[in-house]
């Protein structure tokens, strides 16, 4: 079955997505931002469903071990190393494909709703080295007015982040 990706990253004027094993604007929480990425990956588009997060096994790490797995979500960690998904994740997966097949698995074909992939660095490159064309921003269209997207710059302790969301 063909499913639409979604990715979700939150990301420096530099490129940066993380520090230390951490965000970069660590310690500073951003709660609205924390929101942000919480509403847009656990809203499911139809009732009875859930949404399914994929992750690298750093980002699994880097998530503080109260949070994990990411509430109502199927959390599904991507490792070559691990031999078994580390407690609390729903499903390991050994490679991408392998992640997307467990989708169309009984357990799952009818309660897996829409794909998150929520990164490291390593699933945003292999996305768009094998799933999607080169992200070149012209084959993408900023939009505007989106329902439960806070619209201009937001601030939170200090620090300045605006929300995007692009359609192809
Ligand atoms: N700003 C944001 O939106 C955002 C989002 C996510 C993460 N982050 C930050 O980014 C950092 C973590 O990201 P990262 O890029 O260092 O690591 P990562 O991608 O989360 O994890 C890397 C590990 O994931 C496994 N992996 C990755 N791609 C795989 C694939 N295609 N197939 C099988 N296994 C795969 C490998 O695990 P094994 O070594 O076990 O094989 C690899 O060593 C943290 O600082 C985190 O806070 C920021």
């Given at each position: ?26 310690p ?6 924390f929101?942000?990425?919480r509403?847009m ?31 109502g979500?199927?959390n ?8 078994e ?5 729903h ?34 490159k292999?996305d768009?080295?094998?799933f999607l ?11 505007s007015?989106v ?12 620090v ?5 969301v692009?359609?192809?």
């Amino acid at each position: 079955m063909s499913r639409v990706l979604n990715a979700i990253v939150a990301v420096c004027p530099n490129m940066g997505i993380g520090n230390n094993g951490n965000l970069p604007w660590h310690p500073i929480r951003l709660s609205n931002e924390f929101k942000h990425f919480r509403k847009m990956t656990s809203t499911p588009s139809a009732e009875g469903k859930q949404n399914v997060v994929i992750m690298g096994r750093k980002t699994w790490f880097s998530i503080p071990e109260k949070n994990r797995p990411l509430s109502g979500r199927i959390n599904i960690v991507l490792s070559r190393e691990l031999k078994e998904a580390p407690p609390g994740a729903h499903h390991l997966a050994s490679d991408f494909s392998s992640a997307l097949r467990l989708l169309d698995t009984a357990e799952m074909a009818d309660t897996a709703d829409q794909v998150w992939v929520i990164g490291g660095s390593s699933l945003y490159k292999f996305d768009c080295d094998t799933f999607l064309p080169e992200i070149s921003m012209d084959k993408y269209r900023l939009l505007s007015g989106v329902a439960g997207v806070a619209e201009g710059m937001q601030e939170e302790h200090g620090v300045q982040y605006s929300f995007e969301v692009y359609e192809s």
